[in-house]
């Protein structure tokens, strides 16, 4: 497995290849070639980058920052939040679309792909890109984390005016790589139902963002996902 391959989107590719030549890398290569061989891995291989080749690094505007892939067949495809089709939502995307319905007075989405958004710039990126079948967190801990996390110190660096939405305690951590007086930090609780009534229903995210992004005179965000593509 090589990451330079997977990885197609230029800008990414140019900004991460000393990244992806360093010694933790080779690892995580090495160790998914031998899950791939004993388990079924989501998502697949050639999406493990999805958020960042549809999402090129010159037209990113925000960060929307995951945890762990879904497990389960026909969800995971690349992209934080975001499933396959006709897959049903999962709990945390369908509460994502319930603040989405009324931040911005929308119809409840009928399919939960995310890719529309993805390629209006919002990068979609979870904390780590792989995951076993029906085994949460399995991937943790491998290098996918400071891969990660050496992205968004470089979206931190070199973009101004990013919109960075950081749900949970865990995306949250990464506040500490962002410059707030550059860039833009909505925080509030994961939208998953144990916390989701604690604050992330009613906090808007949606014009929250564009109303920044117009304020910058960045062109605002799209969201809505009636023509979301079949």
Do not use: C
């Amino acid at each position: 497995m090589d990451f330079k391959e997977l990885l197609t989107e230029p800008g990414w590719k140019e900004l991460l290849s000393d990244e992806l030549e360093k010694p933790y890398i080779k690892e995580l290569e090495s160790f998914l070639e031998e899950e791939k061989e004993h388990y079924k891995i989501y998502p697949q291989e050639k999406n493990f980058f999805n958020a960042f080749n549809l999402t090129p690094f010159d037209k990113l505007k925000v960060v929307i920052i995951g945890q762990d892939p879904y497990h389960g067949a026909s969800q995971a495809h690349g992209l934080a939040f975001s499933v396959l089709g006709d897959t049903p939502l999962p709990p945390s995307l369908r509460n994502i679309f319930i603040e989405y319905t009324t931040d911005l007075n929308l119809p409840m989405p009928k399919k939960g792909d995310l890719t529309k958004w993805a390629e209006e710039g919002v990068f979609l990126v979870n904390a780590v890109l792989s995951v076993r079948e029906a085994q949460p967190n399995s991937h943790k801990k491998r290098g996918w984390e400071k891969l990660v996390r050496k992205t968004i110190e470089i979206i931190n660096e070199k973009k101004e005016h990013v919109v960075f939405i950081l749900w949970g305690a865990d995306a949250q951590k990464k506040e500490l790589l962002i410059d707030g007086t550059r860039h833009l930090v909505l925080k509030a609780p994961h939208p998953s139902p144990l916390s989701s009534y604690r604050g992330f229903f009613g906090s808007r995210p949606f014009t929250k963002t564009n109303d920044y992004l117009k304020n910058n005179n960045i062109k605002q965000i799209e969201w809505n996902l009636d023509t979301i593509k079949e």
